[in-house]
């Protein structure tokens, strides 16, 4: 493996409108390239421009602490950061990769998040964020910690072929327990689940009943993608020593298209089984409204509902108008409240979706949201 340590302009990463998987404006990574190696990571494929062999070769943001420093500091900002969760880890390189032991970059940045009062939200798949559990019980004792790991199934043997360089899911499953068991919201990412071997109804099962059984406040599910070059080769050279009767079906469903998206009927086929598996468990599919209903502006809260049920609403194989209305929101720049007579000149806003937003403007919630979540 080979570290180059190198110096970044910035860390906060903007989104363009607030992400309503995370509940987070912004995300930051200190890592480039994972010594994780999963053999989907899409962090391989050559849209990311992560330079020099994946798996193999670590940039390290030698100044991260310091930039993050300026970014969070509210004295040195015109205008004030949003508040929202501040996502840490995921993209193309996990915070707590082992790395991380020795430059502590993550834990650093906990520090400064803890000092400005922001709520994180982690994502990993290496439980050496057991280390920084006491900063993260501090975190989310003074605003929010919610901590996440993703998972392409609760199967070691499977994970030890696909995730090789990372405690197996069983491992992932008892460090979720020592944080629930500290007070602190959890959550699994179920994602992605790999065609023809983790998608399969019995796996994706047995992965909502140990969320269930630790405890866990939601499992947010989605497939996987594969984009031409190299993520592709190098996962179909994996496939084929492991599981080499399944790759026409592969080629079937990931046919090029750029986002290495696979069919259509194929993601509507999986997410109509995990939403029939989430309801048998009564396991919330998005994080839990009471997760972040406190710490949004009234245009994100806005959005995150509409989007969460627009998801909802997809997950029931039916379209829906509110992804579209949400996008239109996420343009704005007066907030909704200035504007009630107005909200019907919005791209995607008809009479319906108007009134969950005016009820949303008016009680901080959406009765319709309720009774999609419930049902
Ligand atoms: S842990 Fe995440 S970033 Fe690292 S290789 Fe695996 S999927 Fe990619």
Known sequence: MTIREIEAKS???KHKKIDSWFVSQYGMNFYGGCAHNCVYCDGRSEKYQV?????KDVTVKVNAVDVLRRELDPKRKRTPLKRSYIGVGGGVGDSYQPIEKKYQLTRKALKLMYEYKFPVHMLTKSTLIERDID????ISEQNRAVVSFSFSSVD???????EPGVPPPSERLKTLALFKSEGIPCGMFLLPVIPFITDKPELMEESVKKATEVGLDFVIFGGMTLKDGRQKDYFFNVLKEH???IITEYQKIYTGDKWGQAS???????????NRIAKKYKMPKRIPYALFKDILSENDLVIVILEHIDYLLKLEGKRSPYGYAAYSISQLKEPLSAMKGELRKLKGVGRTTEGIILEILETGNSSYYEKLLKS
């Open 264 to 274: 259509g009927e194929y993601y509507d086929s999986i997410n109509l089984t995990f």
């Open 135 to 138: 900063i993260l019980k501090k």
């Open 51 to 55: 330079g020099g062999e994946f798996g």
């Open 156 to 162: 070691d043997e499977i994970s030890a072929i696909f």
């Open 243 to 245: 599981y080499p009767d």
């Open 11 to 13: 860390i906060l990463r």
